[in-house]
Nanobody, 122 residues
Framework: QVHVAESGGGLVQPGGSLKLSCAAS????????MSWYRQAPGKERELVAI???????NYADSVKGRFTISRDNPGNTAYLQMNSLKPEDTAVYYC????????????????WGQGTQVTVSS
C-alpha cells in the first residue's frame, strides 16, 4: 500500500518560517505530482502549491513569493518552505500525491496524508 506522511508543522510567530515535509512510501511506479493543500476551520480545502515530475510548479496567489515547493529526485519526498508567515496561513496542511501504481497503469491514483498543523500567532 502507498502511504503519505507529513511533518514539520508547529507554532510560529508572524514573519517566521517553517519547512514542511511530505514523504511517500510503498509500492508505485512513479509519482506524477505532489501538492500541498491547506484547510482552516470552517473553510474549504485549498491548493497551496504543486510540483510535477518535471519540476514545474504553481502556487496560490496568496503564497506567491513567500512559499517554495520542492521535490527530491527521484522524487518520493516533497517540501514546502514557508517564509514570512502570516496569521491567515494558519491551517492544517495536507500533502496530496498523484502517482502511477505500475508501468501498465492507465489511470493515476491519488492519496492524501493525515495533515500537519501550522499555527501562526503572536
Amino acid at each position: 500500500q502507498v502511504h503519505v506522511a507529513e511533518s514539520g508543522g508547529g507554532l510560529v510567530q508572524p514573519g517566521g518560517s517553517l519547512k514542511l515535509s511530505c514523504a511517500a512510501s510503498g509500492s508505485f511506479f512513479s509519482i506524477n505530482a505532489m501538492s500541498w493543500y491547506r484547510q482552516a476551520p470552517g473553510k474549504e480545502r485549498e491548493l497551496v502549491a504543486i510540483i510535477t515530475s518535471r519540476t514545474n510548479t504553481n502556487y496560490a496567489d496568496s503564497v506567491k513569493g513567500r512559499f517554495t515547493i520542492s521535490r527530491d529526485n527521484p522524487g518520493n519526498t516533497a517540501y514546502l518552505q514557508m517564509n514570512s508567515l502570516k496569521p491567515e496561513d494558519t491551517a492544517v496542511y495536507y500533502c496530496n500525491v498523484n502517482y502511477a501504481p505500475s508501468t501498465s497503469s492507465r489511470y493515476m491514483h491519488v492519496i492524501w496524508g493525515q495533515g500537519t498543523q501550522v499555527t501562526v500567532s503572536s
